[in-house]
């Protein structure tokens, strides 16, 4: 299930290539800290290597977790069948979406079909039992389900934001076939993932607020490998992007209304969504990240533009501070001689260049990382490559950083 859209999913090629050239025999741990969709997962686990996934995002983990969990086939196919009748015969509907203005995103139709769908899936433990297997089949079909939802909203498809075009409305697709549609097609391709993936390797996903202990987590779990592509800077806004998904399924994670969204983002790294008391205090002349480059980079941003100079400057501030974190985390995890793979793209702060790549190479250099390999490919997957007006800048080539653990 590769093409799950995930608004910032890396191609398969990277980490099939960072495992055929570091990880080639099996049987090793590959971490991706920023997991996303689980591209990294899953080719770790096709090559025979175990595969541990971090990420803030729960909806993205959920993701992650669904495309590297093998199913039992036949439970799936009864639980399937049951499905498909259930919902053509039932009209009571326990679900209901928590959001006030749910008729501004769905016709009346969908919201009725949708809330069938999702009340029939929550049966289903009920129905067949709370086995693992049968809530692993309840997570592919809450997937399944969320893949969906864009489609039959009356928000745009072409956009990554979420919004109803007024000047373009759109008609939405039908809810019941367009889902087992669906559900043909996720069935096929987790047969095959199913058929591929030895039983001897397995994956395990955390979702975390940066709680994680990392000191701890090394006890428990020996990395030989880390492949990954962390956000970049004034990221793309995955809770906003994924907002009518989570009127539909939020509330697995407590962001099922926009007043839990929006709390949460500022916890994402490269997160815009700062407020002024946030930065009040943050002066790139007298707080600094010692990287001369950039230091004068953010006082540039902080001193020529009027509007937003200061935020903008905090938020890219915090970027490269976060990822300090991470590459101390990191330290604490990885042995000496290990590899990091990591896929970063530069980006416009303030209409001012931001050469993330080499700075994320400066300060993982004074954290215990060498550089020693670097190369870039220009991005073809369609949901980066947005116009994003000035505001993040169009970002062409994704750079591809391999350290090392000194
Ligand atoms: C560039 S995307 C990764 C995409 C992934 N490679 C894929 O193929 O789908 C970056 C990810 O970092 C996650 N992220 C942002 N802040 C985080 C944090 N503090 N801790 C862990 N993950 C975070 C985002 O939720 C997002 O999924």
């Not at 541990?52 to 590297?68: E, H, R, Y």
Request: charged fraction near 25%.
């Amino acid at each position: 299930m590769q093409d799950i859209k995930h608004h910032s999913k890396f191609i398969p090629l990277i980490p099939n290539w960072g495992i055929n050239k570091y990880l080639p025999k099996g049987g090793g741990t590959i971490l991706d800290p920023f997991c996303g969709s689980g591209t990294t997962l899953v080719e770790s686990m096709i090559s025979k290597n175990n595969s541990i996934g971090i990420d803030i995002d729960p909806l993205s983990c959920l993701i992650s977790k669904v495309k590297t969990t093998p199913l039992n086939l036949r439970k799936l196919e009864n639980i399937i069948s049951w499905l498909s009748e259930s919902v053509s015969k039932s009209t009571k509907c326990k679900f209901t979406p928590a959001t006030s203005n749910i008729e501004h995103w769905f016709t009346t139709e969908t919201i009725t079909k949708l809330s069938n769908i999702r009340s029939r899936i929550d049966e289903t433990t009920t129905v067949f039992g709370k086995s693992k297997s049968v809530m692993d089949i309840k997570d592919f079909l809450l997937i399944c389900f969320s893949s969906i939802i864009r489609r039959v909203s009356k928000a745009d498809n072409e956009s990554q934001k979420t919004y109803v075009s007024h000047t373009k409305p759109k008609t939405p697709e039908e809810v019941n076939s367009l889902f087992f549609k669906q559900l043909t097609y996720f069935k096929t391709r987790i047969e095959e993932f199913s058929k591929i993936v030895s039983k001897n390797n397995n994956s395990i996903i955390f979702n975390t607020n940066s709680t994680i202990n990392f000191k701890e987590f090394s006890y428990n779990h020996k990395i030989d490998l880390v492949i990954t592509s962390p956000p970049y800077i004034k990221a793309i806004d995955y809770i906003y992007n994924q907002m009518v998904e989570l009127f539909w399924i939020g509330d697995l994670f407590e962001l099922q209304t926009q007043t839990l969204q929006n709390t949460k983002k500022k916890l994402y790294i490269g997160s815009k969504h700062f407020h002024k008391k946030d930065y009040a205090d943050f002066n790139p002349l007298t707080t600094y990240l010692s990287i001369p480059h950039l230091d004068d980079k953010l006082i540039s941003v902080f001193k020529s533009d009027t509007k937003n100079g200061h935020k903008h400057s905090f938020l890219t501030y915090k970027y490269f501070l976060d990822m300090e974190n991470h590459f101390i985390n990191m330290g604490s995890l990885l042995k000496r001689g290990n590899k990091y793979i990591m896929v970063v793209g530069d980006s416009s702060v303030s209409n001012i260049f931001f050469n993330t790549s080499n700075y994320l190479v400066d300060i993982g250099k004074r954290n215990g990382f060498t550089l020693i390999n670097r190369w870039g490919y220009q991005i073809k997957n369609r949901y980066m490559r947005f116009d994003r007006k000035g505001r993040g800048g169009i970002i062409d080539i994704d750079w591809v950083l391999v350290f090392e653990k000194e």
